[in-house]
Nanobody, 118 residues
Framework: QVQLVESGGGLVQPGGSLRLSCAASGSIFSFNPMGWYRQAPGKQRELVATITSGGSTNYAASVKGRFTISRDNAKRTVYLQMNSLKPEDTAVYYC????????????WGQGTQVTVSS
C-alpha cells in the first residue's frame, strides 16, 4: 500500500515563499520518479515539476526559475520550494509517484491548498 502525504500549503502574499513536502510510505523507493502537479478551480490538473531517481528535474515553463523540486531518498520525501509566488499559482498541489523507474503518475496524494493573495 503506497501512501503520499503532502504538507506545507497555506495562504501567502504575492512575492512570498512556501515549501511543500510529500512523504511517501509503502513501496516507494529512491528509484521511483516523483513529481508535483497542481489544479486550479475550473482548470485541468497540470504538471509543475518532476524529479528522477538520479535527481534530474523538469519544470513547467510558468514556474521555472521560481520553484525548485528536490528529494531526500533516505527520508523518502520530495519537496517543492516555491519562491516569488504569484496569484496565478493558487491551486491544490498534488504529489505523485511512479510505480516503476519510468516517469508515470501511478500514485497520488490527497493534495494541499496553496493560496496566493494579498
Amino acid at each position: 500500500q503506497v501512501q503520499l502525504v503532502e504538507s506545507g500549503g497555506g495562504l501567502v502574499q504575492p512575492g512570498g515563499s512556501l515549501r511543500l513536502s510529500c512523504a511517501a510510505s509503502g513501496s516507494i523507493f529512491s528509484f521511483n520518479p516523483m513529481g508535483w502537479y497542481r489544479q486550479a478551480p475550473g482548470k485541468q490538473r497540470e504538471l509543475v515539476a518532476t524529479i528522477t531517481s538520479g535527481g534530474s528535474t523538469n519544470y513547467a515553463a510558468s514556474v521555472k526559475g521560481r520553484f525548485t523540486i528536490s528529494r531526500d531518498n533516505a527520508k523518502r520525501t520530495v519537496y517543492l520550494q516555491m519562491n516569488s509566488l504569484k496569484p496565478e499559482d493558487t491551486a491544490v498541489y498534488y504529489c505523485s509517484a511512479s510505480a516503476t523507474i519510468y516517469m508515470r503518475t501511478d500514485y497520488w496524494g490527497q493534495g494541499t491548498q496553496v493560496t496566493v493573495s494579498s
